[in-house]
T-cell receptor, first 112, second 115 residues
Framework: AQSVAQPEDQVNVAEGNPLTVKCTYS??????LFWYVQYPNRGLQFLLK??????LVKGSYGFEAEFNKSQTSFHLKKPSALVSDSALYFC??????????FGTGTQLKVEL | GAVVSQHPSWVICKSGTSVKIECRSL??????MFWYRQFPKQSLMLMAT?????????EQGVEKDKFLINHASLTLSTLTVTSAHPEDSSFYIC???????????FGPGTRLTVL
């Protein structure tokens, strides 16, 4: 069975600094990986996905993620964080039956 | 594109009553829709997979007679919480995918509070 780990419950970063939210995965076969963001009392918004191709995936709102097969990681990054990026971020992997398995989420807090 | 709506956004009901939540894909057809439940500060728990024109597939531990799912068309799925109790209070989120093994797009969620 597939699984996703987000080792950090919370990440704090100053506005303007680069941010990284970590994700590692375990899956048999080729992974289909996703990042979503959730604002309070809202559903999830799709940020980006990796299916195949370039290891560096660019997504919405200036976010990008790097797929690293040898380290089974798919870390989310942004060169310059904004206060408005503060939210809950979920990494997910697609498995059988088109089902998504989510990580436990990482709360990002961007401070002035 | 790829917008999913949910209605209502929040609902408060008395214990023992039933509540219906609608999930619609507004600009695409979705053969498959998914229903999740999320507790405060926790991840999403998949409850069931809803396929248009067939019975839903429930995850282990989810009572199918309590959480009735109907997927009557390619743009609408409904979740009915029957005989709701306070422990059913939660944030319910649906998602839909335009293609198999593709991105799931999520609705804004429905906050259910059972008194």
């Amino acid at each position: 069975a597939q699984s996703v780990a987000q080792p950090e419950d919370q990440v704090n970063v100053a506005e303007g600094n680069p941010l990284t939210v970590k994700c590692t995965y375990s899956v048999s076969g080729n992974p289909y990986l996703f990042w979503y963001v959730q604002y309070p009392n809202r559903g999830l918004q799709f940020l980006l996905k990796y299916i195949t191709g370039d290891n560096l995936v660019k997504g919405s709102y200036g976010f990008e993620a790097e797929f690293n097969k040898s380290q089974t990681s798919f870390h989310l990054k942004k060169p310059s964080a904004l206060v408005s990026d503060s939210a809950l971020y979920f990494c997910a992997v697609l498995g059988g039956g088109n089902k998504l398995t989510f990580g436990t989420g990482t709360q990002l807090k961007v401070e002035l | 594109g790829a917008v999913v709506s949910q209605h209502p956004s929040w609902v408060i009901c008395k214990s023992g009553t039933s509540v219906k939540i609608e999930c619609r894909s507004l600009d695409f057809q979705a053969t498959t829709m998914f229903w999740y439940r999320q507790f405060p500060k926790q991840s999403l728990m998949l409850m069931a997979t809803s396929n248009e024109g067939s019975k839903a597939t429930y995850e282990q531990g989810v009572e199918k007679d309590k959480f009735l799912i109907n997927h009557a068309s390619l743009t609408l799925s409904t979740l009915t919480v029957t005989s709701a109790h306070p422990e059913d209070s939660s944030f319910y989120i649906c998602s839909a995918s335009p293609l198999v093994a593709d991105t799931q797009y999520f609705g804004p969620g429905t906050r259910l509070t059972v008194l």
